[in-house]
DNA sequence: GATTGTATAATAATCTCCAATAAAACAATC
DNA sequence: GATTGTTTTATTGGAGATTATTATACAATC
């Protein structure tokens, strides 16, 4: 979906970042075309395009017949990633869904309306409302026009989503399938201890704390070995990102996600599901409580 | 999503026919245009172009200048539901994920090829494409090209599914907000024994079959008022209508699970939904069973 | 001989214009 | 005055050509 141009560029940049990390290289290596390709999965065209940008950001050099050679030791790319510039289309979601939780625009619209209000091109506009069927915002009409769904109430679809999750979530750590990936536990934890003895959690964006949270749970869904299971909580991911933003910002709830969560990691670690299970209900019902209280807040 | 030509005269039609039946109009009644389009939601010069096809099929007459009158008591419909021609795109999706379990596609390939392959125009083809792509069965690749995911697997995925729907659907009953609509039960009963007592079921479709299946389960997810499970199910279903489609010939499966729906339907018509809940486990574990040698059987 | 540089071919996305469909307005009929 | 018949207008879908992106083949360089 929406690759709009030049877009695959920042995104092949970035796994480029990833892998230069991953295998810990120092400066001065010669990054080869057709190797990086393989380790991608794609062609060397575009590969080539992505060092040239990492060449006018300075991460790597260019030397004529000779390629590409990193300049700066892995380490230090740590945080500069690439932002890979957000399209027109992630914005224009988003600014729709918040417009609708606000009640400025109806409930049902027709395409060309929102066209004529939004100013944004028939193509943008298509794919965007078939991004938010697909995640079951809206849906399109018999005849002319779409309506928003009952899952754009926020108060109603916050309930429903814990209630989904309480029911998915701790059961996924007892299926005979679940196998936990030390490696991810370890980068999890490591994550969380960062947050949590951070001098001032307010500073941190509240986009990355979200993320944190959400990849904590998807985590967890993966390792249960069973694809239905982590789809459905990517999805409940996806929409959380829009109804629990404003709860991101209470740093004392923040700390306490962060304890629950590692005392989740312990339990995997130390191979207590059982106890991994009851304190992923627990957990749920915590913050189900604290986005609640978030909501009112906001709304009064 | 696709709506290709015609499709949805037909659709409409359907749609008239379900307003008779549950209106249970008699013969001479006048189905006022105005009326119907306001009903389903769309505006009369479709509504028009479906009842001119009910015409076509002598269900209802027209009158110059008085519009269009019911011919056929509304009882005698029950059967003879304008079957809504599939369209190009349904059967070439069917058609690629079988040809996929069966190995006879590779797990990646372009657009293009598959455009020669299958001799389908190009709109049909990204359609269908990310229709796939939407239910989770295929993935874009980096570059081009699309592959193919390890839920096409039908052996894993069979199993996947079924933990999945045993851990959702019986919890479903349990939930606050559950409540049945005495009607869509009252519908559901009658539909099941009209199955179990028909004289010889293997003469039932075997869609037909499936679709009473897939609806018993859609209704329970619907009454528990919490749309991600209803998603979550029908989604599951989706992927059942390819996965499964082979254990819908065991005629004595089917009078089985025909008596396990009705039992649930008994359950919660009398308000136990504590036994409803174990019901659905004990008819999963027995279906997912039975779905596995089906799957065996099929293979040897 | 492995790797980069460059050209060419294949593939996929986008844009424009036109046709199909649906909505809305209005006239005609009972 | 309500309802159908007819026309007009708006909206959406679709085919073809164009452009951007990716893959591939091959020459040049070290």
């Known amino acids: 979906m929406a690759r709009s141009t030049q877009q695959n560029r920042f995104r092949l940049a970035n796994q480029i970042l990833d892998v230069i990390r991953d295998a810990r290289l120092e400066p001065g290596h010669h990054l080869r075309e057709q190797q990086l390709a393989d380790l991608v999965g794609v062609s060397r065209t575009p590969i080539r395009s992505a060092l040239d940008l990492l060449a006018e ?10 390629g590409f050679f990193l300049r700066k030791p892995f380490d230090s790319l740590h945080r500069i990633e690439i932002a890979v510039p957000s399209t027109i289309e992630d914005e224009f979601y988003a600014r729709l869904v918040r417009d609708r939780l606000e009640n400025r625009i109806p409930n049902s619209i027709t395409q060309s309306e929102i066209a004529r209000r939004y100013k944004v091109d028939r193509v943008s506009l298509t794919r965007t409302l078939s991004r938010l069927a697909e995640d079951g915002l809206i849906a399109r009409k018999q005849g002319h026009g779409w309506s928003f769904l009952p899952t754009l109430d926020s108060v109603v679809s916050l309930r429903a989503s814990y209630e ?22 370890e980068r999890m934890r490591l994550q969380h201890l960062y947050l949590i003895s951070h001098p ?23 390792f249960c070995g069973n694809a239905f299971f982590s789809q459905a909580i990517q999805y409940q991911n996806r929409l ?4 629990e933003f404003g709860s991101y910002f209470d740093s004392r709830r923040v700390r306490e996600w962060c304890r629950e969560h590692l005392a989740i990691i312990e339990s995997i670690a130390s191979g207590d599901l059982a106890q991994a299970s009851g304190q ?6 915590q913050a189900l409580r604290a986005a609640q209280t978030a909501q009112q807040h906001s709304r009064s």
Do not use: W, Y
């Open 240 to 243: 959380r990102r829009l109804l």
């Open 164 to 185: 989904f999750r309480l029911t998915i979530e701790p059961s996924s750590f007892l299926l005979p399938t679940f196998k936990p990936d030390p490696g991810a536990i």
């Open 200 to 222: 001032d959690i307010a500073t941190v964006s509240s986009t990355q704390l979200f993320e944190t949270d959400a990849a904590f749970h998807e985590m967890c869904a993966e």
């Open 57 to 66: 950001r300075g991460i790597v050099e260019t030397r004529k017949n000779h």
């Open 280 to 285: 992923m209900r627990a957990h749920l019902e």
